[in-house]
């Protein structure tokens, strides 16, 4: 069955001591500390914001990028918000500083990476997704055996519309998705069919199921931290 780290949901029987995984978007490593120490796997945690990138912690496993994923490769204009995981190349309400950052595509983070095919690529990059995953040839994501990305439909960043037409066209490539989240497409998971023998069975299964227990432990969660609070009153 499917797992949810961080936000990022991910499919346990493609994962292992053997994987690699790409982190875009990492913000302070949370989600790569925890995807290594749950499968034992190779991570390079890709983050462009001065701050959270100097916290990543690098370990035998964990490797870290100060760059920003886009949609072509070069030097941008980053914009550091009021809360970390709000700074984006597009500007977020609360701005406190304007940097410029190395930006770096979907291929030419592959090819720093040195193989094929990628495991898991993770992706939280605050509205550049789309661009950069339509800017991406084929012949790259076809690449990837799993995708966990944050949309920015749910927040207004991107159009919902964008959303499903840059999921089509991953329909197109072989991949099949499911979106965890309630509200827009905060939390979507992909698997590549092409790569992955997974039964359609199971996807209709994981379609059908997965996203109401998700949310059933996601409410389980919130009260449990409710009463935690509570009783450190």
């Not at 995981?85 to 701005?95: D, L, N």
């Not at 495991?119 to 950069?132: N, P, Q, T």
């Not at 966990?148 to 998705?177: C, W």
Request: with cysteine; aromatic share 6%; proline share 6%.
């Amino acid at each position: 069955m499917i797992e949810t780290i961080y936000d990022h949901t991910v499919h346990p029987r493609y994962l292992g001591a053997q994987s690699h995984v790409l982190d875009l978007g990492a913000n302070y490593g949370l989600f790569a500390k925890a995807i290594t120490a749950r499968f034992g796997c190779r991570c390079l945690a890709v983050e462009p914001s001065p701050e959270p990138f100097a916290a990543i912690a690098e370990t035998p496993l964990i490797s870290k990028l100060q760059a920003a994923a886009a949609a072509e490769s070069g030097t941008v204009p980053f914009h550091i918000a009021t809360d970390s995981i709000h700074s984006s190349m597009y500007r977020p309400s609360a701005v406190v500083n304007v940097i410029d950052v190395r930006a770096l595509s979907l291929p030419d983070l592959f090819a720093l990476v040195g193989v094929t095919p990628l495991d898991l690529v993770k992706i939280d990059i605050e509205g550049a997704e789309i661009d950069m995953i339509n800017s991406c040839p084929p012949s790259i994501l076809q690449q990837i055996r799993q995708l966990s990305v944050e949309f920015h439909d749910h927040n207004g960043i991107t159009p919902a519309s964008e959303v499903s037409s840059t999921l089509a066209r991953l329909h197109k490539l072989g991949f099949f998705s499911v979106r965890m989240s309630r509200q827009g497409h905060h939390d979507t998971w992909l698997i590549n069919r092409n790569l992955c023998d997974v039964s359609t069975s199971e996807l209709k299964f994981i379609k059908r199921v997965a996203p109401t227990w998700m949310g059933i432990k996601r409410v389980a969660r919130r009260q449990f931290a409710r009463l935690a609070a509570k009783r450190t009153h």
